[in-house]
């Protein structure tokens, strides 16, 4: 009984959180434009989606900035969770909380603060703080997923390391990156699918003149439901689901 309850539970859950996804796709191929009611199959709308030019812009500018947060969060997230692990410090600790205080925070304090440090420092919003704002709220996630891996080390292979005559960077280099790399895999793919997917911050910190996709999305959303906006939501979806999966892959087998 106790198995039945928890499986129950745990179907109403998933279906809460998924049949509205499922929906969404679903009508993503329904052939008619303003009605709900299904007129047939057809995959037009993704046809035009993927000949607009505006919505392939902002898509083009959502990978460039996906991916090179990710690869800087996740280069200076490597180090840092390294740096947390290898030395000690005046602050160790409560710069270590500071990590998780920044991964709680919501959204749109982040978002707002962001916009005024870069008013504050004379910085004119637009791409590269974009890029910046994207960085700072990847960052935790990789020093988080990272230093979990690290702290499982024996720390007496970094000792065996330097007895062997190895320097600190070929210790990091040929030692501890190799433990690493399915970390910092994940922590990539986690960083990059953030960056895909958010809106709140980036509407904050980017400029009038750089569009990316989940704000292009939500002025569409504005003047109403489109096919076309469906199509567009369930490849985001797809795209989502395919590289959580790989990070979760990656961490699983970390673990």
């Known amino acids: 009984m106790k198995r039945a309850a928890r499986f129950i539970y745990l179907s109403c859950i998933y279906l809460f959180l998924y049949v509205p996804i ?5 009508y993503s191929f329904n052939d008619t434009k303003y009605s709900t009611n299904w007129q047939g199959f057809t995959w037009k ?28 969060a996740t280069i200076l997230g490597t180090l840092g969770a390294f740096a947390f692990y290898r030395y000690r410090f005046l602050g160790r600790k409560v710069m270590y909380s500071f990590i998780y205080i920044v991964m709680m925070s919501p959204d749109i304090v982040m978002g707002i603060s962001l916009l005024m440090f870069f008013i504050t420092i004379g910085l004119a919003t637009g791409p590269f703080t974009l890029l910046l704002a994207h960085i700072t709220f990847c960052l935790p996630f990789v020093v988080v997923t990272v230093y979990s891996r690290i702290s499982g080390f024996d720390r007496n292979i970094i ?4 007895d062997l005559g190895a320097s600190e960077l070929q210790m990091f280099r040929h030692v501890i990156m190799p433990l690493l790399m399915p970390a910092i895999i994940a922590g990539w793919l986690l960083s990059f699918t953030l960056s895909l997917d958010d ?12 569009e990316i996709l989940p704000l292009k999305i939500y002025s569409m959303v504005r003047l109403g439901i489109k ?29």
């Open 45 to 72: 709308w993704y046809y035009q989606l993927f000949t607009d030019s505006p919505l392939k812009e902002a898509l083009v500018n959502s990978l460039i900035i996906a991916l090179a947060s990710s690869v800087l």
């Open 199 to 210: 809106v709140v911050v980036s509407f904050f910190t980017t400029g009038p003149s750089f």
């Open 227 to 255: 096919p076309e906006i469906n199509a567009l939501s369930a490849v985001m979806f797809l795209l989502s689901l395919v590289t959580v999966t790989v990070a979760h892959l990656v961490t699983k087998e970390n673990r």
């Open 159 to 162: 000792d065996v390391a330097k």
């Open 22 to 26: 499922l929906i969404l796709i679903v």
